[in-house]
């Protein structure tokens, strides 16, 4: 997911993103129950039908927001292309996908995980500095539930 776009305009805008189009990486669509009514032919008698139906996603940009980590197939879209050529969305970021370029170009050993002790970051201290102190831990969360006026105000503690 490499790419970042940003609206550029003081307006939403919603757009319909087809299955064929953006589903290669992963799939953004939804599925939804329909109700509908059917008649039988026989007896005319009418009944409800449910059944799940897979939805098309779509992406909803707020007035000049930006989003982050869209897939890269939504510049495949159509109205979005448009939307990029008329000036309303900018592409800001897009990267190549990591995965795929470092299984293109390592060999198979080379993707295996690391060792432990070459994953966590030996902290670099100085003789001339202290090392960093621990942040401190925040106050707990107090909400007044009632005030009656003449009284002392009920409150509570939020469970942490």
Known sequence: MPLTLES?????QVFHVPHQVGCHE????????????????????????????????SVTFL????QAGLPSALLGVREIKEAID????????Q???LRADAAAIAPPDAMAPPTRAAAEPQPA???????????????????????????????RKEPS
Do not use: N, W
């Open 63 to 66: 007035a000049l927001e930006r």
């Open 26 to 57: 992963r799939c953004i669509c939804t599925e939804q129950v329909v109700v509908t009514t059917v008649e039988h032919p026989r007896t005319g008698e009418c009944a409800q039908r449910t059944r799940p139906k897979v939805m098309p996603g």
């Open 95 to 97: 990267t190549p996908d």
């Open 125 to 155: 201290f100085s003789a001339s500095e202290p090392p960093p102190a621990a942040a401190p831990a925040p106050a707990p969360v107090v909400k007044a539930t009632s005030f009656v006026p003449g009284s002392p105000a009920v409150a």
């Open 86 to 93: 008329r000036g309303y969305l900018r592409v800001v970021e």
């Open 8 to 12: 550029r305009i003081r307006r939403m």
